[in-house]
């Protein structure tokens, strides 16, 4: 099965900083990868899809990058409700598999 | 916009079988390319990919989970649903329904709000 590691697994930022998260697979998936967003208590919020797409309605300082084994997610100018955890996972293959989360605090 | 929504018990017992739908609405349940999908998360966890439904019909599944999970649709409910048998404490969580898709006209992942379970006796 394809491992997602994901990196930092926090990190302490402040409004307005630009935030990068990276996500590494353990085997090429291409461009199947979603970023979500989850703040305690709610479900998951898809941002991106195909390592690229903005999902509709997500705010355009989210954006991602990357193909292969490697992918980014920037959040440029943090804003108070940017502050959640992240997780990227893959559907590239036929097991799918989440990344373990960063987690973007004050 | 397509929207999903899980129902299910709140509770179940152990060893008896969990059996969760998720009701897909402003959208078919039948087009090419979709994928139904299913994960939960423990409490206080990461998220857990369960398995997926394609277009097809043909189902793949987490291999820690494989003996004991079932992902089925019913197109003309727009429903689809996820069994899990022989249920322990450690299915407890929230079960989340979704929707990716694939090709040109995807518009992306859609998730449903979740369904908690607890597993008591």
């Known amino acids: 099965d394809i491992q997602m590691t994901q990196a930092p697994s926090s990190l302490s930022a402040s409004v307005g900083d630009r935030v990068t998260i990276t996500c590494r697979a353990s085997?090429?998936?291409?461009?199947?990868l979603a970023w979500f967003q989850q703040k305690p208590g709610k479900a998951p919020k898809p941002l991106i899809y195909?390592?690229?797409s903005l999902q509709g309605g997500v705010p355009s300082r989210f954006s991602g990058s990357g193909s292969g084994t490697q992918f980014t997610l920037t959040i440029d100018s943090l804003q108070p409700e940017d502050f959640a955890t992240y997780y990227c996972?893959?559907?590239?293959?036929?097991?799918?598999?989440f990344g373990q989360g960063t987690k973007v605090e004050i | 916009q397509v929207q999903l929504q899980e129902s299910g018990p709140g509770l179940v017992k152990p060893s008896e079988t969990l059996s969760l739908s998720c009701t897909v609405s402003?959208?078919?349940?039948?087009?090419?390319?979709?994928?139904w999908s299913w994960a939960r998360q423990h409490p206080g966890k990461g998220l857990e990919w369960i398995g997926y439904i394609y277009d097809t019909g043909s189902t793949h599944f987490n291999p820690s989970l494989k003996s004991r999970v079932t992902i089925s649709v019913d197109t003309s409910e727009t429903q689809f649903f996820l069994k899990v048998t022989s249920i322990t404490a450690a299915d407890t969580g929230v079960y989340y329904c979704?929707?990716?898709?694939?090709?040109?006209?995807?518009?992306?992942?859609?998730w449903g709000q979740g369904a908690l379970v607890n597993v008591s006796s």
């Open positions: 996972q893959q559907y590239g293959t036929y097991v799918w598999t």
């Open positions: 402003g959208g078919s349940i039948s087009r090419d390319n979709y994928y």
């Open positions: 979704a929707r990716y898709c694939s090709g040109l006209n995807c518009d992306g992942v859609h």
């Open positions: 195909a390592a690229s």
């Open positions: 085997q090429d998936i291409d461009i199947y």
